[in-house]
């Protein structure tokens, strides 16, 4: 079991910037992988960004030279900076480490104003 616990949501101008946390603790040794995804009000989830073990990095196009993707392997957290928001990015975000099942976290509420 790996449990996910997210921060750093909130409410910003356009043009802002938010930093979403997500710190994975239990059977941690089994990620492969930690994503972040959307869910914006009436659209389904979509993928955002994920990191591998590796290193090797994912971005939406939607999202691309806007955020960044990090990880600090030693206090097992992944961040999501998230820079030049648009009020389309409104959205719960939502952390996920891939095992041979999908963890979810709670999710965090990130506003963007136009």
């Known amino acids: 079991q790996v449990q996910l616990v997210e921060s750093g949501g909130g409410l910003v101008q356009a043009g802002g910037s938010l930093r979403l946390s997500c710190a994975a603790s239990g059977d941690t040794i089994c990620i492969s992988a930690m994503d972040w995804y959307r869910q914006a009000p009436g659209k389904e989830r979509e993928l955002v960004a994920a990191?591998?073990?590796?290193?090797?990095?994912y971005y939406a196009d939607s999202v691309k030279g806007r955020f960044t993707i990090s990880r600090d392997n030693a206090k097992n957290t992944v961040y999501l900076q998230m820079d030049s928001l648009k009020p389309e990015d409104t959205a719960v975000y939502y952390c996920n480490a891939e095992c041979a099942v999908m963890y979810w976290g709670q999710g965090t509420q990130g506003t963007v104003s136009s």
């Open positions: 990191i591998t073990s590796g290193g090797s990095i």
